[in-house]
């Protein structure tokens, strides 16, 4: 039996996942989160084989969520279930330790077939995403001028973009006011862009936000 957690900040998604798995005998679905800090602490309780993840998030967010589960649970395989398809969300989730990625159209079939792989310690990736992977792995351009953070950058960046005060991400991701502001900095500086409505703006360019 397959133990598998699913995470979404949306009830609706996460209860269709849940139906879609309910009658494959070999899957159970041993918990819901709607934050990446309730999957950590789900993931602890019940020790779920894989999480299936949604990406962009209140909160921690979706990479840095990968990388605390792999390092709270020995083994635990995290699948990417997400709508944003485009980089550079997959290269930064696979390099956080993610086993596969995976959209949220993909049918019943292809997500237990994803569960599988992964489990099995494989890798699996959607077809449309393998080949985003694949481009930017053989090209030396920047797809998006996203790629010039670093994850955690990144991370900040997605808090910002998504109305997170400075206050509350210095606590969630346990660091000072000053650390934040320091990569709210560090950000504008690599994009060239000098507040957070341009960052906004920008993330919704390269889809990395929906309006």
Do not use: W
């Not at 209860?15 to 679905?29: A, K």
């Not at 800090?37 to 789900?42: F, H, K, S, V, Y």
């Amino acid at each position: 039996m397959i133990k598998v957690l699913v995470v979404d900040d949306h009830e609706l998604v996460r209860t269709g996942i849940c139906r879609m798995l309910v009658d494959t005998p070999e899957i159970q679905v041993v918990g819901e989160a709607e934050s990446g800090e309730q999957a950590i602490e789900l993931a602890r309780q019940h020790q779920p084989d894989v999480v299936l993840l949604d990406v962009n998030m209140p909160g921690i967010g979706g990479v840095e969520t990968t990388r605390r589960l792999i390092q709270s649970v020995t083994g635990i395989k995290v699948l990417a279930v997400s709508g944003l398809s485009e980089e550079p969300y997959p290269s930064l989730l696979l390099k956080a330790g993610a086993s596969g990625y995976i959209t949220k159209g993909a049918p019943l079939d292809e997500m237990v077939r994803a569960i599988r792989k992964v489990m099995q310690g494989g890798k699996y990736f959607s077809a449309d995403i393998a080949e985003q992977l694949a481009s930017s792995y053989l090209s030396d351009q920047q797809n998006s001028p996203f790629d010039l953070l670093s994850e955690r950058e990144m991370q900040v960046a997605m808090m910002v973009v998504n109305c997170v005060s400075a206050q509350e991400i210095a606590d969630r991701l346990f660091v000072s006011v000053k650390t934040v502001n320091t990569y709210r900095y560090r950000i504008f500086e690599k994009l060239q862009i000098d507040s957070d409505v341009k960052l906004t703006h920008l993330a919704m360019r390269y889809r990395l936000i929906t309006p």
